[in-house]
């Protein structure tokens, strides 16, 4: 493959050099296609200067404005309208093919999808309504412009519940790009997927629970303390940042480290667990625990439609209501086994990426 297959990709936010770790997912992506000999280039519309992070270079929006660079692909992350939108309209005849990702939020009307928030976080009536207004023009301004470019655009999502919400929400006809679109999960961090679960090691933990933002009432956390209540004979360890716990009483069996973690890090404190757990009351793809799946560890996750797509038919996966009064007792009697689950490998989605990049390309 020549050098000249030159793609830009859009982010509103992307790794540095200082520790932060924001859409990691996609600079895993990019890793993986320079490895394969695409000349990637990434615009951070929130970096104030450029910068390289672990070979790929990363430029600033006025670094593109001073560029005579010229790109075969132009591939869209989670596009806002405050930067891809307006960058879009700006600049898009400059490309001939864009790819789009839909991984969440872009598409969907936040407070009818998204769980409630908890009543200690719950937003003015203020807020509620300027947000129905803001995903009311978001919609609409998004149907109107993919019906403007659908024919030099594919559309990638991250599940099919994904997509369906695209088609539910958006009110674009099905009929008109359905056959440019695909579902393509996104790919688990290469240590998950080189690494395998300790099974033999000494267990300080029954369950384990990990999430950036315990505060997110999508992920739970009310419920994992609730069910660590009703199980007082197990030991629960809880990784992540947030304050829900000035507000919830803790149960005492489970240990919470206020703080997050390098995927190094999460690999230590699995092989001290049994069983990961991880609930979600919405989700586009659940990737933390498709790596804990990659990993091996057993996944405990919530009996939900789009847990149901990404995890049937694996053995070491198992599926709870999200009732506040279950208890996980059962589980304690079950024996933990390590499978790893190959499905979100780079083998499996990354090359199916770089099928539909080089297809489109060459259009």
């Not at 003015?124 to 659908?150: A, F, H, V």
């Not at 069983?275 to 933390?288: E, I, K, N, S, V």
Request: hydrophobic residues 35%; glycine residues 4%.
């Amino acid at each position: 493959m020549e050098k000249s297959n030159k793609i830009l990709i859009l982010v509103e936010n992307y790794p540095d050099n200082n520790g932060n770790v924001a859409l990691m997912y996609v600079h895993t992506r990019n890793l993986y296609y320079a490895e394969k000999g695409y000349d990637v280039v990434v615009l951070n519309f929130r970096a104030t200067k450029g910068y390289c992070f672990q070979g790929i270079p990363v430029i600033t929006i006025n670094d593109y404005k001073n560029s005579k660079d010229k790109y075969q692909l132009l591939i869209v992350h989670a596009a806002n309208l405050k930067h891809h939108y307006r960058f879009l309209k700006r600049y898009e005849d400059r490309f001939k093919h864009i790819l789009f990702f839909y991984h969440g939020h872009e598409v969907l009307k936040i407070n009818e999808v998204y769980s409630k928030p908890y009543d200690f976080y719950r937003r003015s009536k203020i807020s509620t309504i300027l947000q129905n207004l803001y995903d009311d023009l978001k919609l609409r301004i998004w149907n109107r412009y993919i019906l403007k470019i659908y024919r030099k655009s594919f559309f990638v999502f991250v599940s099919n519940w994904m997509r369906e919400e695209f088609f539910k929400w958006t009110k674009i006809p099905r009929n008109i790009i359905e056959d440019r679109t695909s579902v393509t999960y996104n790919c688990v961090g290469k240590c998950f997927e080189t690494g395998i679960y300790n099974l033999n090691s000494d267990k300080e933990y029954d369950f384990i629970t990990i999430r950036n933002n315990l505060n997110d009432s999508k992920y739970s956390i009310d419920l994992v303390n609730a069910w660590a209540k009703n199980t007082p004979e197990a030991r629960f360890l809880l990784v992540g940042k947030g304050n829900i716990f000035e507000y919830l009483n803790k149960a005492d069996n489970i240990r919470w480290l206020n703080q997050t973690m390098s995927h190094e890090e999460i690999k230590n404190m699995l092989d001290k667990s049994r069983f990961a757990l991880m609930p979600t009351r919405t989700d586009a793809q659940g990737l933390m625990m498709c790596e804990m799946a990659a990993y091996g560890i057993p996944v405990i996750t919530s009996d939900i439609p789009v847990c149901h797509e990404v995890f049937d038919g694996f053995e070491n996966a198992y599926f709870i209501s999200n009732n506040e009064d279950n208890s996980l007792k059962r589980y304690l009697g079950i024996k933990s086994k390590c499978i790893k689950d190959e499905r979100f490998y780079k083998k499996v989605t990354l090359d199916n990426e770089l099928k539909i990049i080089q297809s489109i390309i060459e259009e």
